[in-house]
């Protein structure tokens, strides 16, 4: 159980900047003939408690900036994300053993622009960058960055990697769609989604099965699997959905949207869980998913509240990171349990930061 923080201290820490899609605020779900099951809320811990927090923050600082958003990290702790740099260029950045590293654009017009998404175990990460204004996805590997160039579009970028360096992302074709690719040792695969619009894929596995969610316009978003050229359509509401990540057992989570908000969802072998709220709050979304099924994501602390605050959800109990001091901008978590996030640097704006469990609460 988590203590509560001293008084005051949750309005003091600033909130941080939100570097994926925002919790929607109120829930009012037309659910149809589909079952979804609704995990019930965690209840608060015991008021008044304090105590030391689980988890120890490390800033990761910047590459000579005012501020950086960390956006993924591997099972060695090594963070990937965006930074400033002194010039005020945005670049990407690797920070691994204490120390934060540019990972280098492909050109230096205007000083440059990238950033890092998505980071292996074996330390090759992937994302974006721009050469001659035009983006394209990339990657690094071993101090080099290599161009993917806009794969058949007119702009590209890569989202995720898994750890045998399969790439999945994006590319803006000339009639203005986004369709999703699957890049595989200079093999390109397109995604195909049938209905489905715009195309988004947000994360892959090591089976090489790919999530993410189709925007069509005649309807709305909804959430996908995709393996091996057969997309299973996630069941959600009839106001839709999105996938946000995948473990290597193949469960996903993400967001089923209502009329005004939604509420995050793990889905399994077909099926549908939904995990619930923070006390008195009325919506919620999942972020992501370690091996272990520990899922980490946002919700807010009452009905049409623009406060949110992260969570854990592990084994059926919801548990709110506020008293652990780790801030809503909590983005990812790897297997050892440890959180990336942002919090106010010295400028005032928000830095990449790293929170790391102590032995004895590790998910």
Known sequence: MFCHPRRG???????????????????????????????????PAAAGAVCPSPYRTV?????????GVPLALNDHGAVVGWSNTAGGALHP????????????????????????????RNGVAVGQSD????????????GKITDLGTLGGVSASAAAVNDHGVIVGGRTMPDGVLRAFLWRDGRLTDLDVPGGGDVVVTDINNSDQVVGFAM???????????????????????????????????VVVGKVFGAEGGLAVRWWRGGSTMLGTLPDGDASGARDIND????????????????????????????????ARVPESATALNNRGEI?????GPAGAGIAALFVPSAGSRR
């Open 9 to 43: 201290e949750a309005g003091e820490r600033a909130r941080a900047v939100r570097v994926r899609s925002s919790i929607g605020l109120v829930l009012a779900f037309a659910m149809g003939a589909l079952a979804l099951t609704a995990a019930s809320p965690a209840g």
């Open 59 to 67: 800033r990761l600082g910047t590459l000579g900036g005012a501020a």
């Open 93 to 120: 950045f690797l920070w691994q053993h204490g120390r934060m590293t540019d990972l280098g654009t492909l050109d230096r017009v205007e000083g440059g622009w990238g950033m890092a998404t998505d980071i292996n």
């Open 131 to 142: 050469r001659g204004g035009v983006r394209h996805a990339v990657r690094w590997q071993g």
């Open 216 to 250: 069509p316009t005649d309807r709305p978003a909804f959430a996908f699997l995709w393996q091996r050229g057969t997309v299973t359509v996630l069941p959600t509401s009839r106001y839709g959905g999105q996938a946000r990540a995948i473990n290597d057992r193949g």
């Open 292 to 323: 272990r099924g520990v899922i980490l994501g946002a919700g807010n602390v009452g009905p049409h509240s623009l406060e949110d605050h992260a969570f854990l959800w592990d084994r059926g109990v919801l548990r709110d990171l506020d008293p």
């Open 340 to 344: 990336i996030g942002t919090v106010p």
